[in-house]
């Protein structure tokens, strides 16, 4: 796949093209392509997580003096969510540009969130390593800005299962409860399927690479619901 159709979408062009193409590396291509690639991207996500957080955390801390550090964390947490991440990715056709297995493309593994979310902060380790934390900036105020402009608009911004519980206790004066529904996926890829319930009646479900995401991925859809 022509990768400077990618370069495009991100709006950041490499030096090292090479680390680009190492970002795009699943996990599982690894097991039928050990002569093209010897590792995968993993230690670039790991890189552009850490990248990711501070860069938002600085967005958050410049841009909105009038918050608490508590409302700062949350939402952060919710402008760097799983769902969040590969919905951006989406947005610049990340899914048709990684390197997967025969295994992985049966899967609709280019729809996974998961590896969507983790090619996204790989490349953002690629770039990081490309050229420093400005052109970091360059493609972050781009990409996700709109996104932490849109959770600053929210009237609410404590973190989403903090959120659901007060709305379910103020309507049913119920706790609710989360359960894990299903796990898939290989260990070091794992996807978590949580069902979020008040009661016996299950009011939605929510994905994501651990069970933390997964209830929190819930919760926001658990409070779609109720105020509509």
Do not use: C
Not at 12 to 28: G, T, W
Not at 97 to 117: C, M, T, V, Y
Not at 198 to 215: F, H, L, P, R, Y
């Amino acid at each position: 796949m022509e990768l400077q159709t990618l370069q495009n979408n991100l709006g950041y062009f490499f030096k090292n093209i090479d680390l680009l193409n190492q970002s795009l590396v699943h996990r599982s291509y690894l097991n039928e392509n050990r002569n093209i690639y010897s590792h995968s991207n993993e230690r670039l996500e790991f890189l552009g997580d850490a990248v990711l957080e501070l860069w938002t955390t600085n967005y958050l801390y410049l841009n909105f003096p009038e918050l608490e550090e508590g409302s700062l964390t949350n939402q952060r947490s919710l402008a760097v969510r799983t769902e969040n991440l590969a919905e951006i990715a989406k947005q610049i056709d990340l899914g048709q540009f990684i390197f997967l297995s025969h295994g992985e493309e049966k899967h609709q593994g280019r729809d996974n969130i998961s590896i969507l979310a983790d090619t996204f902060e790989s490349i953002l380790g690629a770039i990081y390593l490309d050229s420093g934390f400005n052109s970091i900036d360059q493609v972050l105020t781009k990409l996700l800005t709109p996104s932490l402009i849109k959770i600053a608009n929210q009237k609410n911004i404590k973190d989403p299962k903090s959120y659901f519980q007060e709305l379910a206790q103020k309507k049913t004066n119920i706790t609710p409860h989360y359960q894990t529904i299903s796990e898939s996926g290989p260990d070091h890829q794992k996807v978590f399927t949580v069902g979020l319930y008040i009661g016996d009646q299950q009011i939605s479900t929510g994905k994501g690479n651990s069970k933390q995401k997964a209830e929190e991925s819930a919760a926001l859809s658990g409070i779609d619901s109720f105020k509509n």
